[in-house]
């Protein structure tokens, strides 16, 4: 008896040994028969799945050789972490989109990224899809290109129109001084109301300061760079200005640092980063907000003394990458497909229809292809001419720590009241350098 | 010779157990040292040997060196918090004459609810638009930036974890209440103990294993403290819900850096034993000069 139970065990063990050593079989069904089969993890949203699955299918019809697995990527924690444990476990994609210009730094760091500009085909693609100028700002600091652009989302600040009539303007305030005089008049006529009103402006979190700082240092700047091969390279007269009117928005009263959920939307505050991909969420949730008529949308405010006909803003860019771990073969069918996918114009407006995100090229603005769904869409043709304009956000390994700097040492502060704008600069300054060595 | 045999076959029974722990528990333990000496960051295939540079930037990080004050913070909110609110669940469902045991899983049931969505509650609560906030605006003028301030943000991410524990320590309450002999009780009562006296004099006394237990347990929870403070306050405002584990999370899979966030881990787990074992040994203490024990 004794003896047929550990009989038993011994073979329920083996059992589960073989089954853990079976699942493994399943991932070398890479290339068979002569088609080569590569992974594309989308964002985990129905409009950029469903895009890219309608692309799959119809590429794989042009080349039958080509198979591509479209699957979404799982976004618990975060894409990123997902990403980074798969690379880690051996399981990376063959591509990915929905990668961020900073993430990609810090997989670059790790060679986990094919420099795509190295592969045959790329100039087919620049080229083919006419961004040329677009992709020079895409350019990491070793002079490659990890990332193929997708869509470059030029962040725009949304105006309460309807409330700054009632002011007395007819269009947002352009300047700094202008902004002021709008937070004062406001303040009498509303006291209840802010300029600004976000709860992210308290939050440390590094991604946050791309749609609050970043949009205004841009802007103030004139698109000088924060961060450049290692080293702190940024304006500081612009990014202490920046600051500065943070901290004149709260002497004002103006400005609202706390949880507070849809202000702009229920009219509490009447600024706000908005980004294109905020235009189908307001068509569900408050369709009583009609662009040129409740809202506008404009560049960021510049300091009076920064003379520029188009100020520059924050680019929330997300693009496609090759894994390093792919294999060669892999790695050559996913440049076949892109190419064959920015070959035409007609796929772009497919996406911008879907999405609502600008597609990263040029000519946008001016192709004819897109002309008549930016008429009917005059919001989004506002984002369409602001895209030369944007400027990425930072090609640092560190870009997370570097810009949880600026929120706890700077922005944080100063919003606070804690500190002066030249203080909190400086103290960010001292913080980022210190990490860079 | 049996007895032999038999030792060979607990062995064997035990193999897939002991075998789990090793792979799951001691192996990352013993890859966690070593990566604290590295500066690996979950990635690349190469790392390199930094001595003990992680350690010593950890002490030097002022992020580090609030999540191991932040921590003996929330023990000083939690655990009162979460003994007074569990005894008194307790005490409320003992006393009852019928449905106790509807009662004591309606009160444990928060403990089975996700951090998430609770904290996501929590949030829309205390939003500056809010009901609450509201109200307090028009009728008192008070505004209270309830998560944006430092003290009342500790408080509110204690008082949901106290709020979720409660009912759980209530169970192991309620069952060292129903050890106790009724006789003593009524001993009690013959010699004309007030109520007040027999809680403080007998049911105290009488439930201190129980007692010992919640709050060891509850001294626990707050060195693993994550999930509220992740959805809630991301350890702030100026690191002031920063936890250790948000501390180890934002190292490790924000700014990628496994070897200094396996550092900060080790320091963690250092820190949460030293911890524990004094606070066992002074509760102990306690037991025996009140002869409880």
């Known amino acids: 008896m004794k003896k047929k139970l550990a009989m038993l065990l011994i073979f329920t063990v083996a059992i589960s040994m073989l089954a853990a050593c079976g699942s493994k079989s399943t991932d070398n069904k890479g290339t068979a028969e002569g088609v080569t089969a590569i992974e594309f993890w989308t964002a985990n949203n129905p409009p950029q799945q469903a895009y890219w699955e309608s692309l799959a299918k119809e590429y794989e019809t042009v080349n039958p050789k080509i198979k591509i697995n479209v699957s979404p990527m799982k976004e618990t924690p975060s894409s990123e972490a997902n990403i980074q444990s798969a690379i880690a476990g051996g399981s990376a994609p063959t591509l990915s989109e929905n990668i961020s210009r900073g993430f990609a730094a810090q997989l670059t760091n790790s060679k986990a990224l094919v420099p795509l500009n190295t592969m045959a085909g790329w100039d087919d693609i620049v080229a083919g899809r006419n961004m040329t100028n677009t992709i020079e700002s895409w350019k990491f600091s070793d002079d490659n290109q990890y990332v193929l652009p997708i869509s470059s989302n030029a962040m725009l600040f949304g105006w309460r129109l309807d409330i700054l009539k009632e002011l007395g303007y007819n269009e947002p305030p352009k300047t700094y001084s202008e902004m002021l005089d709008v937070a004062k008049k406001l303040k009498v006529k509303y006291p209840d109301k802010y300029v600004w009103a976000k709860a992210d402006l308290a939050d440390p979190a590094a991604w946050k300061r791309w749609f609050d700082f970043f949009m205004l240092y841009n802007a103030a700047s004139d698109g000088n760079k924060f961060i450049e091969g290692g080293k702190f390279v940024a304006d500081d007269k612009a990014g202490i200005a920046t600051l500065g009117l943070m901290d004149n928005l709260r002497k004002e009263k103006s400005l609202l640092a706390e949880n507070i959920t849809d202000p702009f939307e229920t009219g509490v505050g009447i600024f706000t980063d908005i980004g294109p991909w905020t235009l189908n969420y307001w068509a569900e949730k408050f369709p009583e907000l009609k662009y040129n008529e409740t809202y506008t949308l404009a560049a960021p405010p510049v300091p009076d003394d920064v003379k520029v006909d188009h100020p520059k803003t924050f680019a929330d860019t997300k693009g496609i990458v090759i894994y390093a771990s792919a294999p060669k073969e892999k790695q050559e069918a996913a440049m076949e497909f892109m190419k064959w996918v920015y070959s035409d114009a007609k796929h772009d407006l497919q996406w911008f229809e879907k999405t609502n995100m600008p597609p990263a090229r040029d000519d946008l603005s001016t192709n004819d292809v897109f002309k008549a769904f930016l008429d009917e869409n005059p919001a989004l043709k506002k984002y369409a001419e602001a895209v030369p304009y944007a400027v990425p956000p930072m090609d640092n390994a560190k870009f997370n720590e570097l810009q949880t700097f600026i929120g706890q040492e700077a922005v944080n502060p100063v919003v606070r009241g804690q500190i002066d704008p030249t203080t909190g600069w400086n103290n960010m300054k001292k913080a980022i350098e210190e990490a860079l060595k | ?293």
């Not at chain 2, 076959?9 to 040292?33: D, N």
């Not at chain 2, 049931?109 to 998430?116: K, M, N, Q, T």
């Not at chain 2, 205390?126 to 307090?136: I, K, R």
């Not at chain 2, 008070?142 to 301030?149: C, E, F, P, V």
């Open chain 2, 1 to 293: 010779m049996e007895t032999k045999n038999n030792n060979k076959l607990g062995w064997l029974f035990a193999s897939p157990y002991l075998i789990y722990g090793f792979v799951f528990f001691l192996g990352p333990l013993i890859w966690s040292l070593y990566l604290a000496f590295t500066n690996w960051d979950l990635i690349a295939p190469n790392y390199d040997f930094v001595g003990f540079s992680n350690f010593i930037k950890a002490f030097k990080n002022p992020a580090v060196q609030s999540s191991f004050w932040v921590t003996y913070k929330f023990m000083m909110v939690f655990v009162p918090l979460v003994t007074a609110a569990s005894l008194a669940v307790a005490m409320i469902v003992q006393g009852l004459p019928k449905l106790k045991s509807v009662f004591l899983i309606g009160f444990f049931l928060p403990y089975l609810s996700s951090g998430v969505v609770s904290s996501l509650i929590v949030k829309g609560l205390l939003s500056y638009n809010s009901p609450v906030n509201a109200f307090l605006r028009d009728t008192f003028g008070i505004k209270i930036n309830w998560l944006g301030t430092p003290f009342t943000a500790l408080m509110i991410v204690a008082l949901i974890i106290a709020w979720k524990f409660a009912g759980y320590y209530a169970l192991i309450l309620t069952s060292g209440l129903e050890s106790i002999d009724k006789e003593v009780y009524e001993a009690a009562a013959i010699d004309g103990v007030s109520r007040r006296q027999r809680f403080w004099t007998i049911t105290l006394p009488l439930l201190y294993p129980a007692i010992y237990t919640t709050l060891i347990l509850s001294f626990g929870v707050t060195f693993g403290i994550f999930t509220e403070v992740y959805q809630l306050t991301g350890g702030g405002p100026n690191y002031a819900t920063n936890t250790w584990q948000m501390e180890i999370y934002n190292q490790a899979f924000k700014n990628l850096q496994a070897g200094y966030a396996s550092a900060i881990a080790i320091l963690a787990a250092i820190v949460t034993f030293i911890s524990i074992f004094v606070i066992k040994k002074l509760l102990e203490m306690w037991g025996k000069r009140n002869g409880w024990v």
